[in-house]
């Protein structure tokens, strides 16, 4: 078969590319290139691996100090504790890993100190780490978020909580307990009809939940 001037070209056009792929492997190939690649993947693989070990171990002391009801404060401490540096270890070993300044954030609350694990929420939160989290646990994420600072009495908390479980409800809308929680922002605001709405959305997915039931019977939300 005679071979048209286009197919000549093509195939020229071919060959050089596969000496110009061919050279460049040899190139990396001479620097270990691929070599430092795998080595580093390997690296990041393993890190991965022991954050994940510390994250599990952490996550198993904070069960345990949760539901450590007949062991003394001491001793809860001593659990929350040893859970808290299991966490930070996770963290520093991958910090971009949301899973575990979340963990850190429960663990934290329960020492009682707010600002901390708000602090650690924000980090799970933020460009670095979010990525990592799937809709539903960016929305749960954002629902703890806003609980911690409905819970504290520092001006603006309120804005900034109702900014939070508007968002929550949209990436995680079957949390009851966000709904309700953005029905008493929507209360404390006097948005009485938008409370109305979050109460009844909390309703409708938990029926036996008492709280959101109270409120709709209540004489701020009544038609």
């Not at 952490?58 to 504790?81: D, E, M, P, V, Y």
């Not at 504290?152 to 709904?179: F, H, Q």
């Amino acid at each position: 078969m005679e071979i048209t001037e286009k197919q000549a070209m093509y195939r020229d056009i071919g060959l050089q590319v596969i000496m110009i792929l061919a050279m460049a492997l040899i190139f990396l190939s001479m620097h270990g290139i691929p070599q430092k690649f795998l080595a580093k993947l390997r690296f990041q693989n393993r890190k991965a691996i022991k954050a994940k070990r510390h994250f599990v171990r952490g996550a198993q002391l904070l069960t345990q100090a949760r539901s450590s009801k007949n062991k003394s404060r001491s001793a809860i401490n001593n659990l929350a504790n040893e859970a808290l540096g299991e966490a930070e270890k996770a963290i520093e070993l991958d910090p971009k890993d949301a899973a575990s300044y979340l963990l850190k954030a429960m663990i934290l609350d329960l020492q009682g100190f707010r600002t901390s694990a708000l602090e650690s929420l924000d980090a799970a939160l933020s460009p670095l780490a979010a990525g990592s989290l799937e809709q539903g646990e960016r929305g749960d994420a954002l629902f703890k978020r806003a609980e911690l600072k409905l819970a504290t009495s520092e001006r603006g908390r309120v804005d900034s909580a109702l900014a939070d479980l508007t968002e929550s409800v949209i990436l995680s809308p079957k949390n009851a307990k966000a709904w309700c929680a953005l029905g008493e922002c929507y209360e404390g605001k006097k948005m009485d009809e938008e409370a109305k709405k979050a109460y009844k959305e909390a309703h409708e997915l938990a029926p036996q939940y008492s709280v959101p039931v109270e409120a709709l019977n209540s004489n701020v939300t009544k038609d």
